[in-house]
């Protein structure tokens, strides 16, 4: 997981605003230059804090990437529970 390499800019001129991601569009076009900011500064808050992650199991301690909150055992503990 490289979290350093989200890359969000905003193209567009005028009343014509578009978030982009990695050459794509992701966003409709928004006709304020302040909302579109604001809104990409959120989608940037969502990449940076991707539902799988690293966690500690809960029952044996192991490190396991965790599909999100309900996910807090390893697979193997899962497996005896
Ligand atoms: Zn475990």
């Known amino acids: 997981m490289r979290i350093a390499d989200i ?18 569009a992701v966003s409709r076009h928004y006709r304020c230059h ?7 500064a959120g989608l940037e808050r969502q990449l ?3 539902s799988f992650r690293r966690r500690a199991c809960l ?14 055992m390893c697979d193997r503990c899962r497996a005896q529970a």
């Open 59 to 72: 029952s044996c301690g192991t490190a396991f990437t965790s599909e999100g909150a309900h996910h807090r």
């Open 7 to 24: 890359q969000l800019d905003l193209q567009g001129s005028g009343q014509s605003w578009v978030i982009v991601h990695d050459g794509r």
């Open 48 to 50: 940076a804090a991707p």
């Open 34 to 40: 302040h909302v579109a900011t604001a809104r990409m």
